[in-house]
Each structure stands twice: as structure tokens, then as C-alpha cells.
């Protein structure tokens, strides 16, 4: 599998046990009011990363670039801005919401590089026939 798969999936697991912690402490204290939180820790934690993963694990040429790579550290530093954040901001801590506007959007341009890799051509060729260092 390649790495970008490999850490897409780890991390994905990370999302998945926090999601799961923020329903558990919703469920206990009967207090749901961070429940946006918990959505997006799942579909954009859990679910998107994990798709990813396996969008790399079956294009094993795109997930070779360095773009890829690119895109995992952006994606999940965004997230790791936004969404503690966001649960914070919804805790009602309404200071944070400029952190959650911020990391919002870092998570979008990392949106925006897996377009750019999904309509791209699966590798790069060079006209002189020298391997060239790949995006």
C-alpha cells in the first residue's frame, strides 16, 4: 500500500475514536450542543480521509507524488486547527470561531490539491526523457 494511503487510514482511525469520544460525552452529560462538531469530526475525520486513502491506494502513480504527500500534511493540519475549534467555539467559546474560519480554509485548498491530482494524468513525462521530480 502506499504511504499516503497508509497514513490516510491511520489517521482516519485517530478521527474515528475522537468522533466517537465527542458522541460518548454528549451522550453522558445530555449536553448535544456540539453535536456540528461531532458530524464534521466523522465525515471530515473518519470518512474523507479514509477515502482518500483508498483513492491513493488504487492510483498507486498519484499517490507516488510528492503532490499527494502535499495534500495529506495540508489536509490534516487543517483539520487539526478547525475542528478542535469548532467544538470549543460550539462549547460556547465564540473566540475561536477565527481559528475555525482558519483552518477551514486550510482544509479547502488541501480539497482543492486532491482535484487538481484526481484530474491530473497519472504521471508526469519529460520531453528530454530524464525522470523529472513529479508534483
Known amino acids: 500500500m502506499p504511504k499516503v494511503s497508509d497514513l490516510f487510514f491511520k489517521t ?3 478521527w474515528l475514536i475522537l468522533g466517537i469520544g465527542a458522541g460518548l460525552q454528549m451522550a453522558i452529560s445530555g449536553d448535544h450542543g456540539a453535536f ?31 503532490i499527494a504527500m502535499i495534500h495529506y500534511g495540508l489536509y490534516t493540519a487543517g483539520l487539526v486547527v478547525m475542528l478542535p475549534a469548532l467544538y ?10 477565527p481559528i475555525v474560519a482558519g483552518g477551514s480554509l486550510i482544509v479547502a485548498a488541501a480539497v482543492l490539491i486532491f482535484a487538481f491530482v484526481v484530474f491530473s494524468a497519472g504521471s508526469v ?7 523529472p521530480a513529479t508534483l
Request: no cysteine; glycine share 10%.
Open 36 to 66: 456540528p462538531a461531532h458530524a464534521h469530526i466523522n465525515l471530515l475525520g473518519w470518512v474523507t480521509s479514509a477515502i482518500f486513502g483508498g483513492y491513493y491506494a488504487l492510483n498507486p502513480a498519484k499517490a507516488a507524488r510528492k
Open 88 to 97: 470549543l467555539m460550539l462549547q460556547g467559546n465564540p473566540a475561536f470561531e
Open 125 to 131: 513525462r519529460s520531453v528530454s526523457g530524464l525522470s
Open 12 to 14: 482516519a482511525i485517530v
